[in-house]
Protein backbone atom coordinates (compact mmCIF):
# COMPACT_ATOMS: atom_id res chain seq x y z
CA UNK A 1 0.00 0.00 0.00
CA UNK A 2 1.38 3.08 -1.05
CA UNK A 3 1.40 6.63 1.54
CA UNK A 4 -0.86 9.31 -0.22
CA UNK A 5 -0.24 12.80 0.34
CA UNK A 6 -3.28 14.99 -0.69
CA UNK A 7 -2.13 19.06 -2.51
CA UNK A 8 -4.86 21.46 -2.73
CA UNK A 9 -3.98 24.41 -4.75
CA UNK A 10 -6.39 27.24 -4.17
CA UNK A 11 -7.14 29.82 -6.54
CA UNK A 12 -9.34 33.05 -4.27
CA UNK A 13 -12.09 29.96 -4.15
CA UNK A 14 -14.23 30.87 -1.46
CA UNK A 15 -13.78 28.23 1.51
CA UNK A 16 -17.77 27.54 2.01
CA UNK A 17 -17.21 26.12 -2.14
CA UNK A 18 -14.13 24.25 -1.25
CA UNK A 19 -15.36 22.56 1.48
CA UNK A 20 -18.55 21.80 -0.60
CA UNK A 21 -16.74 19.96 -3.31
CA UNK A 22 -14.43 18.26 -1.16
CA UNK A 23 -17.33 16.91 0.89
CA UNK A 24 -19.05 15.94 -1.99
CA UNK A 25 -15.98 14.08 -4.00
CA UNK A 26 -15.97 12.09 -0.66
CA UNK A 27 -18.77 11.15 -0.07
CA UNK A 28 -18.97 9.70 -3.56
CA UNK A 29 -16.39 7.13 -2.04
CA UNK A 30 -17.68 4.20 -1.18
CA UNK A 31 -17.07 3.80 2.63
CA UNK A 32 -18.34 0.31 3.16
CA UNK A 33 -15.66 -0.87 1.20
CA UNK A 34 -13.15 -0.16 4.34
CA UNK A 35 -10.84 -3.77 5.20
CA UNK A 36 -11.39 -4.95 1.55
CA UNK A 37 -8.41 -4.75 -1.10
CA UNK A 38 -10.09 -2.88 -3.45
CA UNK A 39 -9.03 1.01 -4.89
CA UNK A 40 -11.02 3.49 -5.06
CA UNK A 41 -9.74 6.45 -6.80
CA UNK A 42 -11.34 9.70 -7.10
CA UNK A 43 -10.33 12.63 -9.10
CA UNK A 44 -10.90 16.18 -7.22
CA UNK A 45 -10.51 19.05 -10.00
CA UNK A 46 -9.25 21.71 -7.90
CA UNK A 47 -6.05 21.95 -9.19
CA UNK A 48 -4.57 18.57 -10.16
CA UNK A 49 -6.12 15.14 -9.37
CA UNK A 50 -5.84 13.37 -6.36
CA UNK A 51 -5.99 9.41 -5.51
CA UNK A 52 -7.49 7.42 -2.38
CA UNK A 53 -6.55 3.70 -2.24
CA UNK A 54 -8.33 2.05 0.08
CA UNK A 55 -7.28 -1.31 1.98
CA UNK A 56 -7.44 -1.08 5.07
CA UNK A 57 -10.25 -0.30 8.36
CA UNK A 58 -7.13 0.88 10.14
CA UNK A 59 -6.25 4.00 9.11
CA UNK A 60 -4.07 7.78 9.90
CA UNK A 61 -5.97 10.67 9.38
CA UNK A 62 -3.44 12.58 7.42
CA UNK A 63 -4.79 15.99 6.54
CA UNK A 64 -2.51 18.46 4.06
CA UNK A 65 -3.86 21.68 3.07
CA UNK A 66 -2.60 25.00 2.16
CA UNK A 67 -1.90 27.67 4.40
CA UNK A 68 -5.56 29.81 3.96
CA UNK A 69 -5.30 33.29 4.54
CA UNK A 70 -8.50 35.20 4.83
CA UNK A 71 -8.86 38.46 2.83
CA UNK A 72 -11.64 40.10 1.23
CA UNK A 73 -13.24 36.37 2.24
CA UNK A 74 -11.03 34.84 -0.36
CA UNK A 75 -8.43 32.16 0.00
CA UNK A 76 -5.26 33.52 -1.35
CA UNK A 77 -2.60 31.40 -3.93
CA UNK A 78 -0.67 29.27 -2.51
CA UNK A 79 2.46 28.22 -4.15
CA UNK A 80 3.17 24.74 -3.68
CA UNK A 81 6.56 22.61 -2.98
CA UNK A 82 7.38 21.09 0.16
CA UNK A 83 11.28 22.20 -0.03
CA UNK A 84 10.49 25.71 -0.61
CA UNK A 85 10.45 28.64 1.47
CA UNK A 86 7.67 30.33 3.68
CA UNK A 87 4.57 30.20 1.40
CA UNK A 88 5.34 26.62 0.40
CA UNK A 89 2.40 23.56 0.80
CA UNK A 90 1.70 23.42 4.01
CA UNK A 91 0.79 19.81 6.38
CA UNK A 92 -1.50 20.83 9.02
CA UNK A 93 0.76 20.33 11.91
CA UNK A 94 2.89 21.80 14.44
CA UNK A 95 6.21 23.45 12.74
CA UNK A 96 9.15 21.18 12.96
CA UNK A 97 12.48 23.06 12.86
CA UNK A 98 12.89 22.64 8.93
CA UNK A 99 9.27 22.46 8.17
CA UNK A 100 7.70 25.62 9.53
CA UNK A 101 3.93 26.18 9.77
CA UNK A 102 3.41 29.18 10.66
CA UNK A 103 6.43 31.52 8.96
CA UNK A 104 4.27 34.70 9.02
CA UNK A 105 3.66 34.43 12.71
CA UNK A 106 6.12 36.74 14.60
CA UNK A 107 8.29 34.91 17.45
CA UNK A 108 6.72 34.44 20.80
CA UNK A 109 7.63 37.64 23.01
CA UNK A 110 8.08 36.60 26.62
CA UNK A 111 7.90 37.85 30.10
CA UNK A 112 11.77 37.37 30.41
CA UNK A 113 10.98 36.50 34.42
CA UNK A 114 10.20 32.75 34.15
CA UNK A 115 13.01 30.10 34.95
CA UNK A 116 11.77 27.69 33.00
CA UNK A 117 14.86 26.04 30.56
CA UNK A 118 12.54 25.44 27.56
CA UNK A 119 15.41 24.64 25.22
CA UNK A 120 16.01 21.60 27.69
CA UNK A 121 12.64 20.30 26.85
CA UNK A 122 11.73 21.77 23.33
CA UNK A 123 11.04 18.46 21.98
CA UNK A 124 8.38 17.80 24.78
CA UNK A 125 7.32 21.41 23.92
CA UNK A 126 6.87 20.73 19.88
CA UNK A 127 5.06 17.19 20.45
CA UNK A 128 2.60 18.93 22.57
CA UNK A 129 2.17 21.99 19.64
CA UNK A 130 1.64 19.14 17.94
CA UNK A 131 -1.03 17.22 20.05
CA UNK A 132 -2.62 20.72 20.53
CA UNK A 133 -2.65 21.74 16.72
CA UNK A 134 -5.22 24.45 16.75
CA UNK A 135 -8.24 22.84 14.61
CA UNK A 136 -7.75 19.37 15.86
CA UNK A 137 -7.44 20.24 19.72
CA UNK A 138 -11.16 20.25 20.51
CA UNK A 139 -11.75 17.00 19.24
CA UNK A 140 -8.31 15.23 20.76
CA UNK A 141 -8.23 17.47 23.59
CA UNK A 142 -9.24 15.00 26.64
CA UNK A 143 -7.81 11.74 25.00
CA UNK A 144 -4.32 13.71 23.93
CA UNK A 145 -4.01 17.15 23.81
CA UNK A 146 -4.88 17.41 27.83
CA UNK A 147 -3.02 14.47 28.85
CA UNK A 148 0.12 15.87 27.01
CA UNK A 149 -0.33 19.25 28.05
CA UNK A 150 -0.61 18.38 31.85
CA UNK A 151 2.72 16.18 31.05
CA UNK A 152 4.71 18.77 29.64
CA UNK A 153 3.70 21.15 32.46
CA UNK A 154 4.90 18.77 35.41
CA UNK A 155 8.88 17.91 32.60
CA UNK A 156 8.74 21.64 32.60
CA UNK A 157 8.86 22.29 36.35
CA UNK A 158 11.30 18.86 36.85
CA UNK A 159 13.55 20.42 34.87
CA UNK A 160 13.59 23.89 36.27
CA UNK A 161 14.00 22.02 39.86
CA UNK A 162 17.37 20.90 38.94
CA UNK A 163 18.25 24.27 39.05
CA UNK A 164 16.52 26.08 41.69
CA UNK A 165 16.00 22.88 43.86
CA UNK A 166 11.85 24.16 43.98
CA UNK A 167 8.77 22.24 42.59
CA UNK A 168 6.84 24.32 42.45
CA UNK A 169 6.24 28.50 41.20
CA UNK A 170 4.97 31.08 43.57
CA UNK A 171 1.90 32.65 42.36
CA UNK A 172 3.18 35.76 40.85
CA UNK A 173 6.31 33.89 38.35
CA UNK A 174 3.55 30.76 37.61
CA UNK A 175 1.32 34.21 35.96
CA UNK A 176 4.35 34.80 33.71
CA UNK A 177 5.31 31.36 32.93
CA UNK A 178 1.67 30.45 32.37
CA UNK A 179 1.72 32.97 29.66
CA UNK A 180 5.14 32.23 28.11
CA UNK A 181 4.05 28.43 27.81
CA UNK A 182 0.98 29.59 25.93
CA UNK A 183 2.58 32.12 23.72
CA UNK A 184 4.95 29.60 23.04
CA UNK A 185 2.80 27.07 21.96
CA UNK A 186 0.53 28.99 20.17
CA UNK A 187 3.61 30.61 17.82
CA UNK A 188 4.11 26.81 17.18
CA UNK A 189 0.55 26.13 16.10
CA UNK A 190 -1.04 25.32 18.86
CA UNK A 191 -4.50 26.03 19.79
CA UNK A 192 -5.16 29.61 21.51
CA UNK A 193 -8.11 28.01 23.91
CA UNK A 194 -6.09 25.18 25.36
CA UNK A 195 -6.70 27.16 28.95
CA UNK A 196 -10.57 26.54 28.31
CA UNK A 197 -9.82 23.16 26.48
CA UNK A 198 -7.98 21.79 28.88
CA UNK A 199 -8.71 23.67 32.04
CA UNK A 200 -5.27 25.08 32.81
CA UNK A 201 -4.60 27.47 34.57
CA UNK A 202 -1.75 29.23 36.43
CA UNK A 203 -2.08 27.56 39.85
CA UNK A 204 -1.06 24.27 37.91
CA UNK A 205 2.43 25.41 38.44
CA UNK A 206 1.94 25.81 41.98
CA UNK A 207 1.88 23.86 45.30
CA UNK A 208 -1.71 24.19 45.47
CA UNK A 209 -2.11 23.14 49.22
CA UNK A 210 0.45 21.12 49.28
CA UNK A 211 2.55 21.96 52.33
CA UNK A 212 6.11 21.02 50.80
CA UNK A 213 7.32 22.45 47.70
CA UNK A 214 11.31 22.17 47.51
CA UNK A 215 13.57 18.98 46.30
CA UNK A 216 15.20 18.49 49.45
CA UNK A 217 12.01 18.62 51.88
CA UNK A 218 10.10 15.71 49.59
CA UNK A 219 13.17 13.74 49.26
CA UNK A 220 13.38 13.63 53.09
CA UNK A 221 9.87 13.43 53.59
CA UNK A 222 9.29 10.39 50.81
CA UNK A 223 11.19 6.79 49.80
CA UNK A 224 12.48 8.11 46.85
CA UNK A 225 14.42 4.92 46.18
CA UNK A 226 10.94 2.88 46.07
CA UNK A 227 9.19 5.45 44.71
CA UNK A 228 11.70 5.14 41.47
CA UNK A 229 11.96 1.51 41.14
CA UNK A 230 7.73 1.13 41.02
CA UNK A 231 7.70 3.84 38.53
CA UNK A 232 11.00 4.25 36.65
CA UNK A 233 9.28 1.66 34.16
CA UNK A 234 5.42 1.60 34.15
CA UNK A 235 3.59 -1.28 31.76
CA UNK A 236 0.62 0.67 29.86
CA UNK A 237 -1.65 -2.36 29.42
CA UNK A 238 -1.66 -3.69 33.23
CA UNK A 239 -0.65 -0.32 35.33
CA UNK A 240 -4.28 0.75 35.11
CA UNK A 241 -5.98 -2.10 36.40
CA UNK A 242 -3.06 -3.56 38.20
CA UNK A 243 -1.48 -0.46 39.61
CA UNK A 244 1.93 -0.62 40.53
CA UNK A 245 3.43 3.35 40.45
CA UNK A 246 0.10 4.67 40.97
CA UNK A 247 -0.20 3.37 44.75
CA UNK A 248 3.87 4.25 45.66
CA UNK A 249 2.65 8.15 43.98
CA UNK A 250 -0.21 8.39 46.65
CA UNK A 251 1.88 7.30 49.49
CA UNK A 252 4.68 9.80 48.49
CA UNK A 253 1.82 12.48 48.51
CA UNK A 254 0.62 11.23 51.68
CA UNK A 255 3.67 11.52 53.35
CA UNK A 256 3.68 15.37 52.06
CA UNK A 257 0.49 15.62 53.06
CA UNK A 258 1.02 14.89 56.84
CA UNK A 259 3.19 17.92 57.50
CA UNK A 260 -0.23 19.87 57.49
CA UNK A 261 -0.83 20.38 61.03
CA UNK A 262 -3.40 18.44 62.48
CA UNK A 263 -4.99 17.70 58.78
CA UNK A 264 -5.21 14.20 59.28
CA UNK A 265 -6.15 12.39 62.85
CA UNK A 266 -5.55 8.40 63.75
CA UNK A 267 -9.46 8.06 64.24
CA UNK A 268 -10.26 9.08 60.08
CA UNK A 269 -12.11 6.32 58.75
CA UNK A 270 -12.09 7.98 55.14
CA UNK A 271 -10.35 10.65 53.81
CA UNK A 272 -12.85 14.28 53.79
CA UNK A 273 -12.70 16.23 50.82
CA UNK A 274 -10.18 18.59 52.01
CA UNK A 275 -7.72 16.09 53.26
CA UNK A 276 -8.25 15.12 49.38
CA UNK A 277 -7.44 18.07 47.74
CA UNK A 278 -4.54 18.39 49.93
CA UNK A 279 -3.31 14.79 48.87
CA UNK A 280 -4.04 15.92 44.88
CA UNK A 281 -1.97 18.79 45.07
CA UNK A 282 0.78 16.62 46.84
CA UNK A 283 0.90 14.01 43.84
CA UNK A 284 1.62 17.01 41.43
CA UNK A 285 4.81 17.80 43.71
CA UNK A 286 5.65 14.15 43.43
CA UNK A 287 5.09 13.62 39.54
CA UNK A 288 7.36 16.69 39.32
CA UNK A 289 10.11 15.30 41.70
CA UNK A 290 9.87 12.11 39.71
CA UNK A 291 10.01 14.19 36.19
CA UNK A 292 13.02 15.36 37.48
CA UNK A 293 14.88 12.20 38.26
CA UNK A 294 14.04 10.57 34.93
CA UNK A 295 15.27 11.63 31.19
CA UNK A 296 12.75 14.21 29.22
CA UNK A 297 11.34 11.36 27.21
CA UNK A 298 11.06 8.81 30.09
CA UNK A 299 9.25 11.25 32.09
CA UNK A 300 6.69 11.46 29.28
CA UNK A 301 6.02 7.68 28.95
CA UNK A 302 5.69 7.24 32.43
CA UNK A 303 3.34 10.25 32.98
CA UNK A 304 1.40 9.87 29.82
CA UNK A 305 0.56 6.39 30.90
CA UNK A 306 -0.87 7.12 34.50
CA UNK A 307 -3.09 10.30 33.55
CA UNK A 308 -4.15 7.76 30.32
CA UNK A 309 -5.84 5.52 33.63
CA UNK A 310 -7.74 8.55 34.51
CA UNK A 311 -9.30 9.35 30.92
CA UNK A 312 -10.16 6.07 30.14
CA UNK A 313 -12.21 5.94 33.43
CA UNK A 314 -14.71 8.32 32.46
CA UNK A 315 -16.73 9.21 29.79
CA UNK A 316 -16.29 13.00 28.36
CA UNK A 317 -19.55 13.37 26.70
CA UNK A 318 -22.10 15.06 27.74
CA UNK A 319 -25.22 13.93 27.29
CA UNK A 320 -28.87 15.89 26.86
CA UNK A 321 -31.97 14.99 28.46
CA UNK A 322 -33.35 11.46 26.52
CA UNK A 323 -37.11 12.24 27.42
CA UNK A 324 -37.37 12.16 23.49
CA UNK A 325 -36.03 8.77 23.04
CA UNK A 326 -37.54 7.19 26.06
CA UNK A 327 -40.84 8.20 25.19
CA UNK A 328 -40.77 6.64 21.68
CA UNK A 329 -38.79 3.83 23.06
CA UNK A 330 -41.74 2.93 25.78
CA UNK A 331 -42.79 0.25 23.67
CA UNK A 332 -40.35 -1.31 21.19
CA UNK A 333 -42.86 -3.79 20.25
CA UNK A 334 -44.98 -1.68 18.30
CA UNK A 335 -42.75 1.24 17.40
CA UNK A 336 -39.54 0.04 17.12
CA UNK A 337 -38.91 1.41 13.98
CA UNK A 338 -39.29 4.90 15.93
CA UNK A 339 -37.10 4.16 18.84
CA UNK A 340 -34.49 3.36 16.35
CA UNK A 341 -34.33 6.24 14.38
CA UNK A 342 -35.11 8.61 17.49
CA UNK A 343 -32.40 7.13 19.30
CA UNK A 344 -30.10 7.53 16.18
CA UNK A 345 -30.55 10.68 16.27
CA UNK A 346 -30.12 11.23 19.30
CA UNK A 347 -26.69 9.50 19.22
CA UNK A 348 -25.82 11.42 15.68
CA UNK A 349 -26.10 14.64 17.78
CA UNK A 350 -23.75 13.22 20.84
CA UNK A 351 -20.51 11.73 18.98
CA UNK A 352 -19.81 15.22 17.15
CA UNK A 353 -18.46 16.56 20.39
CA UNK A 354 -15.34 14.50 20.82
CA UNK A 355 -12.98 11.57 19.90
CA UNK A 356 -12.81 9.25 22.19
CA UNK A 357 -11.47 6.34 22.93
CA UNK A 358 -12.99 2.13 22.50
CA UNK A 359 -12.53 2.09 26.73
CA UNK A 360 -14.45 5.18 26.90
CA UNK A 361 -16.55 4.10 24.40
CA UNK A 362 -17.65 1.40 27.10
CA UNK A 363 -18.08 4.20 29.62
CA UNK A 364 -20.67 6.39 27.26
CA UNK A 365 -22.65 3.59 26.42
CA UNK A 366 -23.40 2.59 30.14
CA UNK A 367 -24.10 6.11 30.77
CA UNK A 368 -26.25 6.47 28.67
CA UNK A 369 -28.05 3.27 29.22
CA UNK A 370 -28.48 4.42 32.76
CA UNK A 371 -30.10 7.30 32.07
CA UNK A 372 -32.60 5.12 29.92
CA UNK A 373 -33.20 2.86 32.59
CA UNK A 374 -34.23 5.64 35.27
CA UNK A 375 -36.62 6.58 32.66
CA UNK A 376 -38.28 3.40 32.76
CA UNK A 377 -36.71 1.99 29.59
CA UNK A 378 -36.18 -1.88 30.41
CA UNK A 379 -35.24 -3.50 27.02
CA UNK A 380 -31.81 -3.54 25.53
CA UNK A 381 -32.34 -0.60 22.86
CA UNK A 382 -28.79 -0.82 21.92
CA UNK A 383 -29.31 -4.80 20.87
CA UNK A 384 -32.45 -3.80 19.45
CA UNK A 385 -30.99 -1.08 17.16
CA UNK A 386 -27.74 -1.96 16.73
CA UNK A 387 -25.39 0.46 18.36
CA UNK A 388 -21.87 -0.36 18.70
CA UNK A 389 -19.44 1.71 21.00
CA UNK A 390 -17.76 3.89 18.10
CA UNK A 391 -21.19 5.19 17.41
CA UNK A 392 -20.59 7.27 20.13
CA UNK A 393 -17.08 8.94 18.70
CA UNK A 394 -16.91 11.59 16.01
CA UNK A 395 -18.31 9.64 12.30
CA UNK A 396 -16.61 10.31 8.71
CA UNK A 397 -19.78 10.55 7.04
CA UNK A 398 -22.45 9.69 9.72
CA UNK A 399 -21.22 6.14 9.08
CA UNK A 400 -17.70 5.41 10.32
CA UNK A 401 -17.03 6.32 13.48
CA UNK A 402 -13.47 5.93 14.66
CA UNK A 403 -12.60 4.54 18.19
CA UNK A 404 -8.97 6.07 19.44
CA UNK A 405 -6.24 3.40 21.15
CA UNK A 406 -7.08 3.31 25.02
CA UNK A 407 -3.00 3.19 24.90
CA UNK A 408 -1.74 6.68 25.56
CA UNK A 409 -0.75 8.27 21.37
CA UNK A 410 0.05 11.39 19.89
CA UNK A 411 -0.34 13.47 16.55
CA UNK A 412 2.46 12.55 14.20
CA UNK A 413 4.29 15.06 12.44
CA UNK A 414 5.33 13.67 9.13
CA UNK A 415 6.88 16.00 6.89
CA UNK A 416 5.88 14.33 3.75
CA UNK A 417 2.35 13.11 4.67
CA UNK A 418 1.85 15.57 6.92
CA UNK A 419 -0.18 15.76 10.76
CA UNK A 420 -1.41 12.22 11.45
CA UNK A 421 -3.63 9.92 14.67
CA UNK A 422 -4.34 6.81 14.58
CA UNK A 423 -7.83 5.23 15.33
CA UNK A 424 -9.68 2.09 13.88
CA UNK A 425 -12.75 1.97 11.99
CA UNK A 426 -12.71 -2.40 12.57
CA UNK A 427 -13.61 -2.50 15.77
CA UNK A 428 -17.41 -3.08 15.24
CA UNK A 429 -18.07 -3.80 19.17
CA UNK A 430 -21.58 -3.88 20.21
CA UNK A 431 -22.35 -1.17 23.01
CA UNK A 432 -22.74 -3.05 26.07
CA UNK A 433 -26.57 -2.82 27.48
CA UNK A 434 -25.90 -1.98 31.08
CA UNK A 435 -27.18 -4.32 33.90
CA UNK A 436 -30.15 -3.30 35.24
CA UNK A 437 -28.33 -3.73 39.42
CA UNK A 438 -25.82 -1.11 38.07
CA UNK A 439 -25.48 1.85 39.77
CA UNK A 440 -22.67 3.25 38.64
CA UNK A 441 -21.07 3.08 35.13
CA UNK A 442 -18.81 -0.52 35.31
CA UNK A 443 -15.17 -0.35 36.07
CA UNK A 444 -13.16 -0.38 32.48
CA UNK A 445 -10.84 -2.54 34.41
CA UNK A 446 -14.42 -5.28 34.98
CA UNK A 447 -15.40 -4.85 31.00
CA UNK A 448 -18.39 -6.87 30.00
CA UNK A 449 -16.54 -7.20 26.83
CA UNK A 450 -13.13 -7.89 25.20
CA UNK A 451 -11.56 -4.63 24.08
CA UNK A 452 -8.22 -4.26 21.94
CA UNK A 453 -5.71 -2.24 23.83
CA UNK A 454 -4.65 -1.34 19.89
CA UNK A 455 -6.78 -1.05 17.20
CA UNK A 456 -7.44 -3.85 15.08
CA UNK A 457 -6.46 -4.35 11.69
CA UNK A 458 -7.90 -6.52 9.14
CA UNK A 459 -5.96 -9.03 7.08
CA UNK A 460 -5.68 -6.74 4.09
CA UNK A 461 -3.21 -4.54 6.39
CA UNK A 462 0.55 -6.21 6.68
CA UNK A 463 1.20 -4.29 9.91
CA UNK A 464 3.58 -2.05 8.28
CA UNK A 465 1.73 0.14 5.75
CA UNK A 466 -1.03 1.52 6.64
CA UNK A 467 -3.34 4.21 4.30
CA UNK A 468 -3.51 7.90 4.56
CA UNK A 469 -6.85 9.42 4.28
CA UNK A 470 -8.67 12.76 4.73
CA UNK A 471 -11.57 12.12 4.95
CA UNK A 472 -12.95 11.51 8.27
CA UNK A 473 -12.55 15.13 10.01
CA UNK A 474 -13.10 16.93 6.29
CA UNK A 475 -16.48 18.09 7.76
CA UNK A 476 -15.39 19.47 10.80
CA UNK A 477 -12.40 20.85 9.29
CA UNK A 478 -13.87 22.54 6.71
CA UNK A 479 -16.42 24.37 9.10
CA UNK A 480 -13.60 25.09 11.65
CA UNK A 481 -11.83 27.05 7.94
CA UNK A 482 -14.45 29.17 8.17
CA UNK A 483 -14.50 30.24 11.37
CA UNK A 484 -12.96 33.44 11.60
Given at each position: MRRVRFFFFFSSIPTVVLCSWF??????LSLTEFGTSRTSDVALVVGQPVSFPFNSSLFHLAVSTARAEEKDNNLLPVVSSPSAAPDALMPLLAPSPTHPLTPNRPVPVLSGLCAFNFSAAAHIVSETATDCWSK??????????????ETMFHILIGESSKVNGQLALNTTIADYCFSDVQRILTSEGANESLPLI???QPSNFTEGSCPVNSVKEVEQAINGSKLLTDCKTVDPVKECCNPVCQPAISEAARRLALKVPGLFSPDDVRVSPIQQSVVDDCENVVLRWL????????????LRVLFNCNVNRVCPLIFPDPSEVARNCANT?????K?????DNYISGVQQQSLITNLQGLNCAASLGMMLQKKNITENVYNLCHVNLKDFSLQAFGSQGCLLRSLPSDVTDETSSGISFTCDLNDNIAAPWPPVSHASTPSSCNKPITMPAFPAATSAWNGQSQAFMIIFLLPALCLAMMMP
Open positions: LNAFQALAPYLGNVICCPQLCSAASQLTSDKAKSVVKNATCCMTL
